[in-house]
């Protein structure tokens, strides 16, 4: 992909399929940490995606029956799509001619490249359950300091303990479920892809479950009149802004249960409950559920291995 532009409308078409932003951004990481998309790539689909999800904000508004639901939280959605919008109209040509933040990126990863294979990430916490799957030779998906090494066609991508030849079992150190499997790598990988799939939509079932239950359950409730509370607080004009901080904060911590663009429905959303007449303090919350949707692509950089973050 080549063209700078083509990249982030492919950033757009993904976003209002997968319908978060997050989402492709630690799709992305993911991937540039598998050399499958380059780091000026995923950067032009990550400012894309900014422009994606204002077309799901826009999705979102149209469930909305209620004329007091709609005055309250378009003004709200407004402002997500415009600053979404300067972001896309300001920084992609400016990133175009100039690339400040893929230089900024690179420059800090220069940084850390005697210390990202020090790091300790997230797999030493996740690389236990995925060796009890599968295991795989790294020299087949990861750069060598010989690119023109040659792999035997014959050979396993995925470690067995069978013979090449004669299919028989061996002794070897592996322990995943597949090392005495006589199926190709292609079968085992659309098997675990299979099993992973259905998990995935499983788990998105059992959070839309515990979602609703949150929303209108009594925990629910007395979110809301704590968030009231707060929200309704009276305090001396100059020192207002400590109220918006603290609404910003709010907006923070419930970003992993509800996201940015949730604030259009309030059959699915605590905020709907907010007092009418403190709408304002919707923004700073806002705000503060944007910035942490930056934690996703955190925890997503931190998931990979750590020999990669720098590659």
Request: some cysteine; proline content about 5%; charged content about 15%.
């Amino acid at each position: 992909m080549r063209n700078d532009l083509a990249a982030s409308v492919v950033g757009i078409l993904i976003t209002i399929i997968l319908q978060s932003n997050n989402a492709v951004v630690c799709i992305l990481i993911s991937m540039v940490a598998g050399h499958l998309v380059t780091l000026h790539q995923a950067n032009f689909i990550t400012l894309g995606s900014q422009i994606g999800i204002t077309f799901v904000n826009a999705y979102y508004s149209l469930e909305l029956r209620k004329r007091d639901y709609f005055e309250i939280y378009y003004a709200v959605g407004i402002m997500n799509d415009v600053t979404n919008f300067l972001c896309y109209i300001v920084i992609l040509p400016v990133e175009i001619y100039a690339s400040p933040i893929e230089s900024t990126a690179k420059f800090i990863l220069e940084r850390w490249r005697n210390t990202c294979p020090k790091l300790t990430t997230l797999t030493a916490i996740t690389q236990p359950f995925i060796d009890i799957w599968i295991q795989i030779d790294d020299t087949f998906i990861l750069p060598t300091a010989d690119s023109y090494i040659y792999h035997e066609p014959t050979k396993f991508v995925i470690h067995r303990c069978i013979h090449l030849e004669t299919a028989e079992p061996i002794f070897c150190p592996y322990s995943h479920i597949f090392r005495y499997s006589k199926m190709s790598d292609k079968s085992i990988v659309v098997i675990i892809g299979s099993i992973t799939l259905f998990a995935l939509i499983l788990s998105q079932i059992i959070m839309g479950i515990l979602l609703h239950s949150l929303c209108d359950g009594i925990f629910s409730e007395k979110l809301m009149i704590f968030i009231n509370k707060i929200a309704c607080f009276k305090i001396i004009w100059f020192l207002d802004w400590i109220i918006d901080f603290f609404m910003m904060f709010i907006g923070f911590i419930l970003y992993p249960i509800i996201e940015p663009h949730t604030l259009f429905s309030p059959k699915h959303n605590p905020y709907a409950k907010l007092n009418p007449t403190r709408a304002h303090r919707l923004y700073p919350m806002l705000l503060g559920a944007n910035l942490g949707q930056s934690l996703g692509g955190v925890a997503a950089a931190f998931a990979v291995p750590a020999g990669v973050l720098y590659k």
